[in-house]
Structure formats: structure tokens, C-alpha cells
């Protein structure tokens, strides 16, 4: 059940939405079961994350078991598999035929994309479950230590590594550990923005990694304060989160805080119209318009644990992890859609076509397609 809960400036509504309308449906083109799970009910969910190819032709997902895999996003067949072990559930990330992730034996791993084959390794020092940044020579990623590493993208060796700054405060922070993990670094022309446990994020030069600026978004906060998604740019305005310390947007020159906006446990937001698209691990899905950062609608959800909001085909698509997959109107509470075969997902991914992919909880990998009545 979805439930509509006002902000202000409003109508004051309260009610839940009514079952999905008939303007469009998910249908289900083909699943593939990666992971046999047995007979024991407790065993772990899967944490994989889902990376798509720009054709949409290819993804790629690391499984609880250990693998990472290659698989045929028309056909659902597995054009390969890497053996990794220990469960991948980092986020894979696709440059040219490069494929790079990390895993929980602590490792970053560079393959390569067309057949798995491996091209080398890196001790990350620590499970490794954000998306690594890529460019032309560079793979960055930021370390379960709070540690961005930038690597030689051919070769997997280091070229340089930037600390989080040791203050009383952060000492004090770093006392609770992340809530979701490390950050995932953003790369804009010569500048990486990345966050830290202590919850700032700063803006590193590629080629040495000297700060430009750093920014503290914990807003007094000591606990849960981690900058762990991954920042957004929308046109001259940086988009932040702090777990604990809300959303802001930053001027990305100067590192000053233009807004910020309390909401805990945000995922990375999606511009859409003048405004963003977010989860909160509250269980709501909010709109906040870009240039001040106050609520323009929230829906509250029974589902508990929604992950980001993808924007395929003008509607808002969305998985939670107690529930099913949620189709919706970007700008009004409007429920379009739902897939619930199970009882949860880990992730889910979009590509060209209206062609939507989601991993659920038992390991069964889903792929959908939006079609109008």
C-alpha cells in the first residue's frame, strides 16, 4: 500500500492510493534464477546491484554465491561467469570493454567485459560495494577505511590516496560505522567529488588528488553521518547526502551549501522537471524542488526499504527491498503500476526501450517491459 501524507503549502490529503490504473503495465519478457538458495529460509538476501550496457544488449550482476556474471539482455542467457569466491555485491562499472567491481574478499577486480576473462586485481583493503569511478587512465573508489585510492586503470596499480581528515568530531563520527557502505565517486572534466564516513564530501583534482574543498553535511550530527551515495550534478548545482544529515546542493566552485534538506537515509536523487526524485529509509518516496530544497509531495510506503528512483519512459520507477516494484507519476501521487512476485528486491536497473531489470531477494533476476494499454 502507498500512502499520500501532504507538505506543506499542499492540500491537506491523507489517504492511500487506489489499485494500479490500466494506462500501462510491466510485463515479464523473461527471469533467470542465478542463485539456488535451498532449503534453509534464513540464509542471506542477495545485495547485488545490476549494471547495464548503453544498448541495453548486456548486464551485469555479482551474485551472493560469489560470481559475477555476464547475461544476454534480450535473451536472459549467461554469456559468462567469473568465479569470485566470497559474495559480489559491489556495483559494477562498465567502460568500453572494461568491466570493473569489488567484492567482499576485498578486492577491486578489473575483467574483461566480452568474456570474463581477468585482467588484474587489487587489494582494496576491505569489502568494496560502491561504484568505482572510470576514466580514460583512472579507476577511483573509496575504501572501507574512508580512503579514496586512485589506479592505473591498465595496469591496477596505485597512483595516489587521499586520507578523511582526523578531527575530534570525526573521531567522535567514525566511532558508528557506515550504514550503507563507501561512497561512490563522481568525475567531472578534472575535479572527483566523493564522501567520507565522517560525513563530508570533498572536490579532489584527478591528477594528484589535492582538495579543493571540503564540505561537512553531518548538520551536528554524530551518529550514521556517511556520505555514501554517489553525488549528482544538475546543471551548476551539486547534490549530496549525508545518512544522517539530510540532502543538500552544493556550489560545486566554491563547496558552499546553497540548501539542505533533514531527510534520513536518502538514496542518490534523479532530476526531473525543477525537481528530485528520492527514496528515504523511512519508507517514503519525496519530491524536493532543485532550487530550494523544500517538499513539494511525499508518499508513504508499507514496503519497507525503497531503493533510487529510475526515470524510464516519463514514469518513476522504483524496487524496495520488503516488497515489489513500484511504477508511479514523477509528478503526482499516481500509482501506474506494481510487480510483486516475492518477497523483496535487492536492486534493479533501466535501459533504452522501456525495458526495466530487477534482482529480488531469492535471486531470480527479472526482466520487464513497459507497455500502454
Not at 529510475?310 to 500509482?335: C, E, I, K, N
Request: proline share 8%; net charge negative; aromatic share 8%.
Amino acid at each position: 500500500m502507498i500512502v499520500l501524507v501532504a507538505c506543506s503549502g499542499t492540500p491537506s490529503i491523507d489517504r492511500a492510493l487506489p489499485e494500479p490504473e490500466p494506462d500501462v503495465t510491466l510485463t515479464v519478457e523473461w527471469r533467470l534464477p542465478l542463485v539456488d538458495k535451498g532449503i534453509f529460509p534464513y540464509q542471506p538476501s542477495e545485495l547485488g546491484r545490476i549494471e547495464v550496457s548503453r544498448d541495453g544488449r548486456t548486464l551485469f550482476v555479482g551474485t551472493s554465491d560469489g560470481r559475477m556474471l555476464s547475461v544476454d539482455g534480450f535473451s536472459g542467457q549467461i554469456l559468462w561467469e567469473y568465479p569470485v569466491g566470497e559474495p559480489v555485491d559491489g556495483w559494477p562499472a562498465l567502460s568500453g570493454t572494461d568491466l570493473y567491481f569489488g567484492a567482499s574478499d576485498g578486492h577491486l577486480y578489473a575483467l574483461n567485459a566480452m568474456d570474463g576473462t581477468l585482467r588484474w586485481r587489487f587489494e582494496a583493503g576491505g569489502n568494496l560495494d560502491s561504484r568505482p569511478a572510470v576514466t580514460e587512465r583512472q579507476v577511483l573508489f573509496a575504501n572501507a577505511s574512508g580512503s579514496v585510492v586512485c589506479l592505473d586503470r591498465t595496469r591496477g596499480v596505485p597512483l595516489w590516496t587521499v586520507n578523511d581528515e582526523t578531527t575530534a568530531m570525526q573521531i567522535m563520527r567514525d566511532l558508528t560505522p557506515p550504514v550503507k557502505g563507501q561512497a561512490s565517486p563522481l568525475v567531472v572534466e578534472d575535479r572527483l567529488y566523493v564522501g567520507f564516513p565522517s560525513g563530508r564530501i570533498a572536490s579532489l583534482s584527478l591528477d594528484r588528488g589535492q582538495q579543493q574543498w571540503s564540505t561537512d553535511l553531518a548538520a551536528q550530527e554524530l551518529r550514521h553521518v556517511d556520505v555514501d551515495e554517489v553525488p549528482v550534478l544538475v546543471g551548476d548545482r551539486l547534490i549530496a547526502i549525508s545518512f544522517a544529515g539530510g540532502m543538500a546542493a552544493i556550489d560545486p566552485p566554491s563547496g558552499r551549501v546553497l540548501w539542505q534538506t533533514p531527510l534520513r537515509g536518502a538514496t542518490r536523487p534523479v532530476p526531473f522537471e525543477g525537481q528530485l526524485l528520492t527514496t528515504t529509509v523511512d519508507s517514503r518516496l519525496v519530491s524536493l524542488d532543485l532550487e530550494t530544497g523544500q517538499p513539494r509531495f511525499t508518499l508513504s510506503l508499507s514496503d519497507h526499504s525503497p531503493g533510487p528512483v529510475y526515470l524510464v519512459d516519463g514514469y518513476a520507477l522504483f524496487v524496495t527491498s520488503q516488497g515489489g516494484l513500484y511504477l508511479v507519476s514523477p509528478t503526482t501521487p499516481h500509482l501506474y503500476a506494481r510487480f510483486r512476485p516475492t518477497g523483496g528486491f535487492a536492486s534493479m536497473a533501466a535501459a533504452p526501450g522501456g525495458r526495466v531489470y530487477a534482482l529480488d531477494n531469492e535471486g531470480v533476476l527479472y526482466a520487464l517491459r513497459l507497455r500502454g494499454r
